[in-house]
C-alpha cells in the first residue's frame, strides 16, 4: 500500500533543486538518486516517494494508492504535464499497447535471444533436433514455429512454406517425433491409438501415408 506524501516547505524547495526544469513541454530529469529502472528517489521524514510521484502530487494532489504514469515514457521526468494516474493495470496495459513490457531476449528468463528464434523459424530441422540444439522444448519450437510465440519477431522471407501442417498446425495431437515411432512400430493400431491419444483411423491413416506424408520414418 502507497504512503500519503507528506511535505514541509523545505522538503519542497529541496525536491525541485533535484529537477532540471525546462520549457514546459519539455522532459524534467530528475538530477539526484535514480533507480536501477531509472525512477528518481526522493527521502523525506515521512518516508520514501518516487520523485515523479512528489512531482504529480505538488502539481495534482495526492495520487493515494493510483499508479502515477509517464506519457513520455520517460521514468526520470518530473514533468507534472507528462504524468497522469490510473490502476495498476493501466499501467500494464500501457506498457504493453507501447512495447515496453518485457518480452522476448529482455524477459530475464529467456533462454533465447531474437536471432535464436528466426533460426529456430527458418530451421527445417525437425522440432526435437531444434530443441536439443536450443534447450528447449519440443512444444516451444512448435509454438516459435507457429507464431504462438514470440509474436513480436515479424516472419521472415526465408522461412519454410507448408509451416501450418503436421505438428506446427495449432490443432496437432503430434510432433514429428511421434509420427516416425507411429511408422516405424509394428504394435496393432489400438495400442498406439491408446498410446498417443488418437483414434485408429489416425494410425492407419498414417501409416498408409495418408496424413503426415511429410515425415519420413
Known amino acids: 500500500m502507497s504512503k500519503h506524501i507528506h511535505l514541509t516547505p523545505e522538503d519542497i524547495d529541496r525536491f525541485w533543486s533535484h529537477v532540471d526544469m525546462r520549457e514546459p513541454d519539455a522532459c524534467w530529469s530528475w538530477l539526484a538518486y535514480r533507480s536501477h529502472k531509472g525512477y528518481g528517489r526522493f527521502w523525506t521524514a515521512n518516508g520514501t516517494f518516487g520523485a515523479h510521484r512528489v512531482a504529480y502530487y505538488l502539481k495534482h494532489g495526492d495520487p493515494a494508492q493510483q499508479c502515477v504514469c509517464h506519457t513520455c515514457d520517460d521514468p526520470a521526468c518530473c514533468n507534472p504535464q507528462h504524468l497522469w494516474t490510473g490502476t495498476n493495470q493501466n499501467n500494464v496495459s500501457d506498457k504493453v499497447q507501447k512495447l515496453r513490457h518485457l518480452r522476448g531476449e529482455t ?15 527458418e530451421s527445417l530441422d525437425p522440432s526435437g533436433v ?14 516459435i514455429r507457429q507464431h504462438r510465440s514470440w ?8 522461412e519454410p512454406a507448408g509451416r501450418g501442417r503436421g505438428e506446427l498446425c495449432a490443432q496437432a495431437k503430434l510432433t ?3 509420427v516416425v515411432q507411429i511408422k516405424r512400430s509394428s504394435e496393432p493400431s489400438r495400442v498406439l491409438a491408446a498410446r498417443f491419444s488418437i483414434s485408429r483411423q489416425s494410425i492407419a491413416d ?6 503426415w506424408a511429410h515425415v519420413s520414418a
Open 130 to 143: 531444434a530443441a536439443k540444439r536450443y534447450g528447449i522444448s519440443d512444444a516451444t519450437v512448435r509454438l
Open 107 to 121: 524477459h530475464p528468463g529467456s533462454k533465447l535471444t531474437n536471432n535464436d528464434v528466426i533460426g529456430i523459424r
Open 176 to 178: 514429428e517425433s511421434d
Open 206 to 211: 498414417i501409416r498408409a501415408e495418408r496424413t
Open 151 to 158: 509474436k513480436h519477431i515479424p516472419q521472415t522471407a526465408n
